[in-house]
């Protein structure tokens, strides 16, 4: 319920935002009936109207089913105490972080650099136990990436800058 | 059209398509047999091996790929209860009380030979109903090109799943994405705020990788994957002509029915599955024992979920417009390879069609020959853990949306999306229909400005000319039909 509400501002807010924004756009010299905005602006009116009909509907919903909420969240918040130990709750926000830091590091170090650091601290993080395992399966699989798709199927991968761009260019 | 079909099966025989084809078998059966790798993520996660590869290996890398992941998800629902892939999600209601009952064996027989019996009719309606589809779309000019756009953009009521308000959200969200960049047909800049690296759009497969992929490996990261149960040893037997005698009806009916929802853009082979085990249940003599597991109970939903699979290939060749999320990521590769699916690509490129046409069916007929050496290696891969099965998709999706434009942008967009998709999920939002967005966005949009250009500003253009008039009719009808049994529904209640 409290997502549909979050779900509901937010296109509301957003929709709006952009709505804005297509309205302040000149409209150049189109060929077109429409011109560039105008698709646009409708698909933001149909968003705004449907994150309007989300609110009002979960509000209505909610009204309804109060009481059946509040005895759900006394039930599940005794299933919150859970037994999952903090990192494992937290897992999928700590692999967010960390292709976050790996995009950015991607054009400083470079791909060789950067993704068996990625690998390692992933497969650790999921539980593959002891390190010497995770650091053998790490080089393992790097060696597969670099043969499989820089040096079989030539994809581009950024070299890095400086000494790691000089380094990148011992392998590929 | 038999030139074409020849021309498919000189292409696949060269030594160098076959191997590309088995080795894309076992791939597939695997990924669509561990649970936590979909069909669809398998395509992307291999489609940056497909740049790699002339056009006719790459698409039959992915086809191929395709087809082997849907049949392989029975496995483990019958085994473990834990469908590999969405499209095996009906098949645990029967598959998995058999092998309670002790016939495992018998459980992955009907499966197999329900599955390449459905994938092998659902090949054939492919062959024939392509061209067909086609030559008839040759005629569309813009009108009606929007029109159909409309019509599969009201499959949202479908992806929806009971709820229809987020599923417009979904598909204002993509149809929105769809729309940043430089409009195509006056240059200007929308919604780019001086970003340089967003003048050239928001590229499809970013969305797709982070919605369904990264999204998926974010959710499983919390989850315990291994199958603590040991897999007992199976002996399966396909061919019973007991069991054969009982299910051939079923099996004939789903197949039919499979193709026919298919076919609808954006419906996809796990709707096709569960439709067809509910229509088996509801014509049946034995309705009761449904759920109990019967044999009809596994050969309903995997006869259509196979066939299925292969009806979504229709209106991504003949039309351009995908059936299911994998058939839009096949999509995607399309264009990445310089190509465009629909009407022209069937005059354009015969070869590389029939080729997809005749591999497909060559995977739908060896899945009879090779699922029961595959079910006997699987219990050794089982034991793969999610440990590293996990770091490995990430690299791959990172490879993946990186390789399409050698952008580290679009890893941005990727994670983006990852997190957007993420938090959908949990909230059980329906996220096909963002994709249903993003990809029709473009086309719904220059086919409408193109259509008024013609008509100069006449907007009865759309209803005027007969083939449009009938697609936004029937789109009409998609959306009322839904709209009007959820009322009633609401006043039962």
């Known amino acids: ?172 | 059209m038999l030139e074409g079909i020849l021309m498919g099966i000189d292409n696949l025989f060269e030594p160098l398509h076959i191997l590309i084809l088995l080795l894309a078998m076992m791939i597939g059966f695997l990924g669509g047999a561990l649970p936590g790798i979909s069909g669809t993520m398998l395509v992307i996660i291999l489609l940056p091996v497909s740049y790699g590869l002339d056009t006719i290996s790459a698409f039959i890398l992915l086809t191929t790929i395709y087809a082997a992941s849907v049949f392989s998800g029975l496995i483990s629902a019958i085994l473990f209860r834990t469908p590999g892939t969405p499209e095996a999600v009906a098949t645990v209601f029967d598959g998995y009380p058999m092998t309670e009952k002790g016939k495992p064996g018998q459980a992955l027989g009907i499966g197999i030979l329900s599955s390449a019996t459905g994938g092998v009719i659902g090949t054939l309606f492919l062959i024939f109903l392509t061209p067909i589809l086609a030559s008839f779309a040759l005629n569309f000019s813009s009108p009606e090109y929007f029109a159909l756009a409309i019509l599969g953009l009201t499959v949202v009521a479908s992806l929806s799943s009971g709820n229809l308000i987020q599923g417009f959200i979904g598909v204002g969200l993509g149809l929105f994405v769809a729309t940043i960049g430089m409009d195509p047909l006056s240059g200007t800049e929308r919604f780019t705020f001086g970003t340089l690296e967003l003048i050239g759009g928001i590229d499809l497969i970013p969305v797709l990788i982070g919605l369904f992929a990264i999204s998926e490996v974010l959710r499983k990261s919390k989850q315990d994957h291994t199958i603590e149960k040991e897999m007992q040893k199976v002996k399966t037997k396909v061919f019973d002509s007991g069991i054969i005698n009982r299910i051939k009806n079923t099996i004939f009916r789903s197949a039919i029915l499979g193709i026919s929802i298919g076919i609808l853009p954006g419906v996809g082979a796990t709707t096709a599955a569960m439709i067809s085990y509910s229509e088996a249940a509801r014509w049946s003599k034995n309705k009761d024992e449904f759920g109990t597991g019967i044999p009809e109970g596994i050969a309903a939903p995997e006869a259509a979920n196979n066939a299925g699979a292969m009806g979504a290939m229709v209106p991504l060749l003949a039309l351009g417009i995908p059936g299911s999320a994998t058939t839009a990521v096949i999509l995607g590769a399309f264009v990445l390879h310089g190509l465009q699916p629909g009407p022209m690509l069937m005059t354009d490129e015969p070869g590389l069609v029939y080729t997809i046409f005749i591999s497909l069916l060559a995977v739908n007929i060896l899945i009879i020959v090779f699922a029961n050496p595959f079910i006997r290696m699987f219990s050794k891969i089982m034991k793969v853990p999610y440990s590293a099965l996990g770091p490995a998709i990430i690299i791959f999706c990172i490879i993946g949306t990186f390789a399409v434009r050698n952008s580290v942008f679009d890893i941005w967009v990727m994670l983006i999306f990852g997190i957007i998709g993420y938090y959908l999920d949990r909230m059980k939002f329906p996220l096909a229909t963002i994709i249903l967005g993003v990809v029709l966005g473009p086309i719904a949009e220059e086919e409408f400005r193109r259509a008024l250009q013609m008509s100069q500003g006449d907007i009865s253009i759309f209803f005027t000319r007969p083939i449009s008039g009938v697609l936004l009719g029937l789109a009409l009808l998609a959306f009322i039909i839904p709209l009007v049994n959820r009322i009633k529904k609401y006043k039962k209640a």
Not at chain 1, 110 to 130: E, Q
């Open chain 1, 1 to 172: 319920m409290r997502a549909n509400y979050l779900l509901a501002i937010i296109t509301i807010v957003v929709s709006a935002f952009f709505l804005v924004v297509a309205f302040q756009m000149p409209e150049t010299n189109s060929t077109t009936t429409i011109g560039p905005m105008g698709w646009p602006i409708m698909i933001l009116l149909f968003s705004l109207v449907m994150g309007v009909l989300l609110l009002l509907n979960t509000w209505l919903k909610g009204r309804k089913k109060t009481e059946l909420i509040y005895n759900d969240i006394q039930s599940s918040d005794k299933n919150e105490v859970t037994k999952e130990k903090f990192h494992v709750k937290n897992r999928h926000f700590y692999i967010l972080v960390s292709i976050a830091i790996y995009v950015l590091l991607l054009p400083i170090l470079g791909f060789i650099i950067v993704t068996p650091f990625l690998f390692f601290f992933l497969a650790w993080l999921l539980g593959m136990g002891r390190l010497l395992k995770v650091a053998a399966i790490t080089i393992v699989s790097n060696i597969v990436f670099v043969v499989l798709f820089i040096h079989l199927l030539g994809i581009p991968f950024p070299r890095g800058i400086g000494i790691f761009r000089s380094l990148s260019f011992l392998i590929y």
